[in-house]
């Protein structure tokens, strides 16, 4: 059904449109509206647990963010929208759905503008973490009135406290001319909020502009010089382009900028306690390891004298095409000795990815590793000692992008009914019965009644749940039908009463 589902999408596709050389095939289903792509997958050799969690942008078919099983199986797909970031995270020990819900501003930008959603395993909204009333002002070109916080997309990181990590990015203005900019110059500076999620009080804010002292212009790395930027507020110079935010036991943080290649902890007063620079060290020495415009800094079995960085490192870019693969880079930082060295680099010899932007990677509690691409639309996991073991890819590279992936177990139990669609097979005498739940995890079996009055429905026939959608052909014509999916330890869902469609 899957197959032959992304087929006709296909074929549709290209009989619509003449540009179909570039189009990513998806799926379709009878009973729902939801068109996820269709993974390509290849495996060779045991994965972990969990579904993958995505999110797709720029010419993706549905921008959306997808639950997604390796068998190319949609779990759950939200609502349309500019949504990244998208990935299981605990609320006081109960899991929950994350993701960025807002307005993204494209290259050569980058940021966005939006608030963070998080929702509960019943996929219901429980908290919109959001930034309104911070004096912010909107890159010149963006009407301010199109969206509803400032929060930006690149950072969602719940802490065990219940408060969640975000940035922001402010245009205001700066002197320039230290990097040969103007004087009365314009930046977008980038920002940091740990944010309350159920009162969205705002309990710490750190901004760059304030840190020029510690982190000045001129050590912007130079995948990114001033050049024209900078003149207004519709082209400000965003030399610093914060992206991911972690905490640190002590309190204090670890953040990524990626124009300045660096990894800074950031004391509880705001002042720069280290830099760690993936060309130079900063205040490290970097025992044969260097790394640039690096995505996703996480930290890891933090002790007293150091702990293991995890990073997306994005060495590839515009400037270097081609030159640098792209690697997750799991690093040993010393805190005693000042030495960051290299633990495990994780890339796939068979498969190098040059990713321009964005991108993730994610530590599993087996050690096993999952990588988000960016800019590349491919998700991989490789095993413990670096061995890539499967690779899911879901558009053309540079073409389709995705701003983070990750694998994760999930339970869903939607509050929604199951969806139904049926039609009539009269010249074999058959109905054909499509049922999905969006969101269902538990649900094992269907229930199909049906009959020749909306009131008076008799069980016809009980089929396995197949994927998504699950097909069945009833013998003899309905006139009426509706569902029930059951499983063990689970409400059952029940569908309306449809009424069979005369053609299939
Ligand atoms: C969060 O925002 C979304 C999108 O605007 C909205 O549908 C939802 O009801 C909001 N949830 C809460 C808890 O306010
Ligand atoms: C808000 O921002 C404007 C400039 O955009 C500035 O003039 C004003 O002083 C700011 N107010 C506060 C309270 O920061
Ligand atoms: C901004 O958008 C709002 C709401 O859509 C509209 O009323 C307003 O005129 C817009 N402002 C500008 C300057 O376009
Ligand atoms: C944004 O910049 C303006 C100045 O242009 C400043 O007044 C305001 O405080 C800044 N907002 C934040 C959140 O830093
Ligand atoms: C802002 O500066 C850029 C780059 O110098 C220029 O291309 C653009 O036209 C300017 N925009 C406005 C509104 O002045
Ligand atoms: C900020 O805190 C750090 C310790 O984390 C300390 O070394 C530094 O002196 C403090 N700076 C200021 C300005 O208080
Ligand atoms: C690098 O490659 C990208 C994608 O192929 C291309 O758009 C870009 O122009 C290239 N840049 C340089 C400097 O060659
Ligand atoms: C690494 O792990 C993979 C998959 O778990 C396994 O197939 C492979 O033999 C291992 N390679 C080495 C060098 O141990
Ligand atoms: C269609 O199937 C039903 C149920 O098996 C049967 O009662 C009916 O006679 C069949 N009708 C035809 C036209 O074969």
Redesign the pocket.
């Known amino acids: 059904m899957r197959i032959h589902s992304s087929f006709v999408a296909l074929c549709s596709f290209q009989a619509t449109f003449a540009v179909a050389s570039t189009a990513w095939p998806w799926q379709t289903f009878k009973s729902s509206p939801h068109e996820p792509p269709s993974l390509k997958v290849s495996k060779s ?2 994965v972990s647990p969990g579904y993958l969690f995505f999110d797709q942008s720029w010419d993706a078919h549905q921008y959306s963010v997808f639950i997604m099983s390796d068998n190319n199986e949609l779990v759950w797909q939200s609502p349309p929208g500019d949504l990244k970031g998208f990935r299981v995270q605990q609320l006081d020990g109960n899991p929950v759905l994350t993701y960025f819900n807002g307005l993204g501003v494209p290259e050569p930008f980058g940021w966005g503008y939006g608030i963070i959603q998080v929702l509960d395993q019943s996929y219901s909204s429980i908290h919109n973490v959001s930034v309104i009333n911070d004096n912010y002002t909107a890159l010149g070109s963006i009407n301010s009135s199109s969206f509803v916080s400032w929060i930006d997309m690149h950072e969602n990181t719940m802490t065990s406290e219940g408060t969640m990590l975000v940035t922001g990015y402010n245009v205001t203005q700066c002197d320039l001319s230290s990097v040969g900019g103007p004087k009365d110059g314009w930046i977008a500076d980038s920002l940091f909020y740990e944010i309350d999620v159920k009162t969205n009080d705002i309990l710490y804010r750190w901004s760059a502009k304030d840190h020029l002292d510690q982190i000045p212009l001129e050590d912007v790395q130079p995948f990114y010089p001033v050049d024209d930027w900078g003149h207004n507020s519709s082209a400000p110079y965003g030399y610093f382009h914060i992206n991911s935010v972690e905490k640190f036991q002590d309190g204090s943080y670890l953040i990524s900028s990626r124009y300045y290649c660096s990894l800074f902890k950031i004391a509880k007063n705001g002042s720069v306690d280290w830099t760690l620079q993936g060309q130079t060290g900063g205040d490290f020495e970097l025992k044969g390891i260097q790394w640039a415009y690096q995505h996703d800094g996480r930290i890891h079995h933090e002790q007293e004298d150091g702990f293991v960085l995890s990073i997306f490192d994005n060495a590839n870019s515009d400037v270097s095409n081609g030159t640098h693969h792209t690697e997750g880079m799991l690093i040993h930082v010393n805190l005693a000795t000042r030495e960051a060295s290299s633990l495990q680099t994780l890339h796939d010899p068979k498969d190098e990815i040059y990713a321009v932007s964005q991108g993730n990677t994610q530590l599993l509690p087996g050690g096993h590793a999952v990588m988000g691409y960016g800019s590349n639309p491919k998700i991989k996991e490789y ?1 413990s ?1 670096g ?1 890539c ?1 499967m690779t899911a890819q879901f558009g053309e590279d540079g073409v389709v992008a995705s701003y983070r992936a990750y694998r994760s177990p999930w339970v869903g139990i939607p509050t929604t009914s199951p969806d139904l669609f049926a039609c009539s097979d009269e010249s074999n005498n058959k109905t054909q019965v499509f049922m999905s739940w969006n969101g269902a995890t538990e649900h094992k079996k269907w229930k199909i009644f049906g009959g020749n009055t909306r009131g008076n429905l008799h069980p016809v026939s009980i089929v396995r749940k197949t994927g998504f959608e699950t097909t069945a052909s009833v013998v003899g014509g309905l006139k009426y039908v509706r569902v029930e999916a059951d499983g063990f330890g689970i409400e059952k869902g029940v569908s309306k009463v449809v009424s069979v469609k005369e053609m299939c």
Do not use: D, E
């Open positions: 050799g045991p095993s000692n061995t073991v």
